[in-house]
């Protein structure tokens, strides 16, 4: 009977430490302009973003969890914008730090589909992006880019005990801007169309 009540409060006791680190995290993403390095040159051509849509299937402010051994998610991770908002923000700070935004009318027009952007954490941290951009040139109206970007990053060790509970929401936070900077960073860093923007510069 008391080993019976003894299991009883271990089971209770551990309910409440689960529950207990049940949360929901408002994280910040944002594009670090300090690590492209400076334009070459004006650019001829100045890109305007036309539009940053979600297809993802999950809420708009919805960026990940840090899960239990189930699958439950013990940290939930919310943006403070919707996600679509939170990747032009980043495309727009990424364009101006290479000098290729348009600061009227520009002379091509970009579209992002955010098809994935998510991180989760059961032992390692994770994070993954999948983006399809295209761009189009106003005056011929032909499309000059149109590409998916996809990046997936994981770190940490499967020898850990910083996870569940115990789990870092800003570790995890960490992962998940940089897989969006380095995502970024290789739609607007394609040689061709670098060299289509910088041309007659």
Request: with cysteine.
């Amino acid at each position: 009977m008391k080993v019976g009540k003894h299991r009883g409060s271990i089971g209770i006791a551990l309910a409440v430490l689960v529950l207990g680190g049940c949360s929901t995290n408002t994280v910040n993403i944002s594009y670090d302009t300090a690590a492209v390095a400076s334009p070459p040159a004006v650019a001829a051509n100045s890109l305007k973003i036309l539009s940053v849509s979600d297809g993802r299937k999950h809420g708009s402010h919805w960026l990940g969890a840090i899960r239990g051994g189930f699958g439950n998610p013990l940290k939930t991770l919310n943006t403070q914008v919707p996600v679509k908002d939170v990747v032009a923000n980043a495309f727009t700070a990424a364009l101006k730090a290479r000098g290729f935004l348009a600061s009227t009318g520009g002379d091509f027009g970009m579209t992002v589909v955010i098809n994935q952007f998510d991180c989760n954490q059961y032992i390692r941290r994770e994070a993954h992006v999948r983006l399809h951009v295209s761009i189009v040139e106003f005056a011929s109206a032909q499309q000059i880019y149109d590409k998916d970007i996809r990046i997936d990053k994981v770190t940490g060790s499967l020898f850990t005990f910083d996870a569940g509970i115990f789990a870092d929401v800003e570790d995890l936070r960490k992962v998940a801007n940089q897989a969006l900077q380095e995502a970024i960073d290789q739609a607007l860093d394609d040689p061709q169309l670098t060299e289509t923007l910088m041309a007659g510069a």
